[in-house]
Nanobody
Framework: EMELVESGGGSVQAGGSLRLSCAAS?????????LGWFRQAPGKEREGLGG????????YYGGRMRGRFTVSQDNAKRMMYLQIKTLRPEDTGIYYC????????????????WGQGTQVTVSS
């Protein structure tokens, strides 16, 4: 069983929107404190966007990510979502979800389980 599976990526024009999904296995969801969203743009390091607390409905965001990005979850379905509005070409990249047993934040090194990623391409 795949621990984390992202979906919902694709090619969109600037100004459009997307909702990405992350499906977590039962074991991953129950044993990790937080799930996070990350993205890696071409030629750049992976950066954290925000995430959810698996024990309740709480969400958190990286400092730069409020406004166009909305993180949400469905606890019953073990799903996490990332809504991105008013997409820009610089949003192009691979979007990953990841799980951390003890940490909730945007630091990549504290997340140890990763999905395969979903590609988002924004054209101008």
């Amino acid at each position: 069983e795949m621990e984390l599976v992202e979906s919902g990526g694709g090619s969109v024009q600037a100004g459009g929107s997307l909702r990405l999904s992350c499906a977590a296995s039962e074991s991953t969801y129950s044993t990790n404190k937080c799930l996070g969203w990350f993205r890696q743009a071409p030629g750049k390091e992976r950066e954290g966007l925000g995430g959810v607390y698996t024990r309740d409905s709480g969400t958190y965001y990286g400092g730069r990510m409020r406004g166009r990005f909305t993180v949400s979850q469905d606890n019953a379905k073990r799903m996490m979502y990332l809504q991105i509005k008013t997409l820009r070409p610089e949003d192009t990249g691979i979007y990953y979800c990841a799980a951390s047993e003890r940490y909730c934040g945007v630091e990549v090194e504290y997340f140890h389980r990763w999905g395969q990623g979903t590609q988002v391409t924004v054209s101008s």
